[in-house]
């Protein structure tokens, strides 16, 4: 009887690179394997399982709405979104809400209110400023925005109207801002940007945003898919340098392991009408059940609280492994939102070690591994993730 991985490669289409473990089930921060084995989950779905896996709330919540309606479109009222968007709007700033079901399609709306608000209000400017080293999804609008041959060029031509800039450089973003031959509606930016390595913005430049946009009469869209939902020490990343967007896209997270994606737009920037865009299952009352529930954690246990406490606990531990010799060079993000930098390209052989010990990690790339582990991981799971992961560094390091 062939295996699953054989019986994969012959229905699903290629385009993964698994590790060589099946997982069957969850539980909080672990994960039991096909084999027997129990790990420690540092990935979290990639930020998503905020909550861990199978949280109790989270799954009462779902289970609920899934005995009661699971589906009806968009044709029809129901509460199930308009709970969910008041909690969003809450925590973040005024506006309304659109919801999809992943974080592309968010960023894809995102543009799509860009280009129209650009129609209304600048005379058809069209053109969005991105920053190099982004990700904003792989739809083709998207992969437009990420601007990163190795995600787009097999899919060329892209849309045009994106133009990127290096990041950190405010005088680059001001200079697209200025220039008249091909005017800019929109800069968008990750506060934190995940795929290129876990790098910070930092509070100065997205102030530093803020201020250029309104002084050049664009929007600013903050992609908050990975940074958001308290993973950073705040509801969302950029809130500690007091520079709201005009638009700001939500998802992994948001939903606590259900598809679920959202676009908050405040006033300014609120343009959309019957007909300007859609999604079949976007809202979905079982999706937003569990988003509605995981917002109700969160805030009722302030797990923002947790992610910078035990965040900086994580970091510390990493760090401490440099001075053992391991070859860590540096620590970066916020929270639970962390880069570990490898002083060699070793990254894919450390997760591989790392699956030997025990935990589950992920490289970007041959000199980062990112950590976003849930929320609710504890201080002797701390402990116990930096001891394997300093095995499987160890061991990595010995054999390159």
Request: glycine share 12%; aromatic share 4%; proline share 7%.
């Given at each position: ?101 992943s974080g592309a399609e968010a960023n894809e709306a995102a543009i799509k209110i860009a280009r129209k608000w650009g129609q209304l209000h600048r005379g058809g400017a069209h053109t969005i400023v991105t920053l190099e080293g982004a990700f904003h999804g792989r739809t083709l ?144 009352p079982v999706a937003c059940a569990a988003g509605s529930a995981v917002f109700e954690v969160i805030g009722r246990d302030r797990l923002w609280e947790r992610a910078a406490t035990v965040g900086d606990q994580l970091r510390e531990g990493i760090l401490g492994l440099a001075q ?77």
């Open positions: 009887m062939p295996s699953l991985a054989e019986r994969e490669g012959a229905l699903l289409c290629d385009t993964y690179r698994r590790l060589p473990i099946t997982l069957v089930s969850g539980e909080g921060c672990w994960v039991q394997a096909e084999d027997g084995r129990r790990l420690l989950d540092l990935v979290g779905g990639i930020a998503v399982n905020v909550l861990g896996h199978c949280h109790p709330e989270v799954v009462e919540a779902a289970g609920r709405q899934l005995r009661r309606l699971m589906h009806t479109s968009n044709l029809y009222h129901t509460g199930e979104p308009v709970e969910l968007a008041a909690r969003l709007v809450r925590s973040a700033f005024p506006g309304r809400v659109f919801l999809c079901n609008g998207t992969l437009a925005a990420t601007g990163n041959p190795h995600y787009s060029a097999p899919f060329q031509p892209l849309p045009n109207g994106f133009l990127q800039v290096p990041r950190g450089d405010l005088g680059a973003v001001e200079a697209a801002l200025r220039d008249r031959s091909r005017p800019v509606v929109a800069v968008m930016a990750e506060p934190i940007q995940g795929e290129s390595g876990v790098h910070p913005l930092g509070d100065q430049y997205l102030r530093g945003l803020r201020e250029l946009c309104d002084r050049h009469e664009a929007l600013l869209i903050l992609d908050e898919v990975q940074s958001g939902m308290a993973r950073t020490g705040s509801w969302w990343a950029h809130q500690p340098a007091g520079a709201v967007p005009d638009v700001m896209t939500a998802a992994k997270g948001l939903g606590g392991g259900l598809p679920l994606g959202a676009v908050l737009v405040a006033g300014r920037a609120d343009v959309l009408e019957a007909g300007d865009h859609g999604s079949t299952f976007g809202g979905n053992r010799g391991l070859p860590v060079s540096e620590v970066r993000g916020r929270g639970l939102l962390l880069g570990v930098g490898l002083d060699r390209p070793i990254a894919p052989l450390v997760v591989q070690e790392a699956l030997a010990q025990g935990v589950l990690l992920n490289a970007i790339g041959d000199r980062t591994i990112r950590l976003a582990p849930p929320l609710v991981i504890s201080d002797d799971e701390v402990e116990l993730a930096v001891a394997r992961l300093a095995g499987a560094l160890e061991r990595a390091g010995t054999a390159s």
